[in-house]
């Protein structure tokens, strides 16, 4: 099972629409998780960091799920610049110093 | 502020030839660095990371090498590039807080 797995999409959904994504990890030790956007040919970029109790940051909401060992990534009302590729970040911590990437949703908000 | 440069930006090498992709970081003392490679539609994989100079940590078994000869200055390295070569190459580092930061990417061609 790969350490952190995300569905590849893509997602295809209309302006102002409301769209989630989850991402899965296998190790239950795993201690901080982050969501990245990546915009095509370009580098990834933080967008957000996944807090216990959960976060939002305007039209993006983030959530942790340790009983079942996921997180997830709602976007609120999309506009077209929210398409991109996003990628969950899941960082094992306690000196482990390996930052492991998911494979990235893409998403594609249509006019 | 903390940046982090990586060049080139694109380079195209013919299959055999030597590599050599740098990425230095400013701003910050005893960061964590990493190497990852994005093939074209993929995720990122995680080539090499280093928590101090002289230390390499290899993730993937593979034609390339990295290098930390001083603290803020990662190298990776290859001495006959192969096609499977090809990617786009994105150096990281991270520092104190957990998430992890990118430099611009190099988009390498092995013809």
């Known amino acids: 099972r790969k350490e952190v797995e995300q569905d590849p999409g893509p997602f295809n959904v209309p302006e102002g629409a409301t769209v989630a994504f989850n991402c899965t990890y296998s190790?239950?030790?795993?201690?901080?998780f982050f969501w990245y956007r990546q915009d095509c040919r370009k580098e990834p970029k933080l967008l957000m960091s996944?807090?216990?109790s959960g976060n939002e940051d305007g039209r993006f909401t983030a959530q942790l799920n340790r009983a079942s060992q996921y997180i997830s990534l709602l976007i609120r009302d999309s506009k077209l610049s929210d398409s991109a590729t996003y990628l969950c970040?899941?960082?094992?911590?306690?000196?482990?110093?390996?930052?492991?990437f998911g494979t990235g949703t893409k998403l594609q908000v249509i006019p | 502020s903390q940046t982090i440069h990586q060049w080139p930006a694109t380079l195209v090498q013919p299959v055999g030839s030597p590599l050599s992709l740098e990425c230095t970081v400013e701003g910050t003392s005893n960061p964590n660095l990493y190497w990852y490679r994005q093939a074209a539609g993929r995720g990122l994989q995680l080539l090499f990371y280093s928590v101090g100079i002289g230390q390499i940590s290899s993730e993937v078994p593979q034609n390339l090498s990295a290098s930390r000869p001083q603290d803020r200055q990662f190298i990776l390295s290859s001495k006959k590039l192969l096609l499977s070569d090809s990617g786009f190459y994105l150096c990281?580092?991270?520092?104190?807080?957990?998430?992890?930061?990118f430099g611009q990417g190099t988009r390498l061609t092995v013809v």
């Open positions: 970040v899941v960082n094992r911590g306690g000196g482990y110093q390996k930052v492991t």
């Open positions: 996944v807090y216990s």
């Open positions: 190790n239950s030790a795993s201690q901080s």
């Open positions: 990281a580092w991270r520092g104190g807080a957990a998430e992890a930061f």
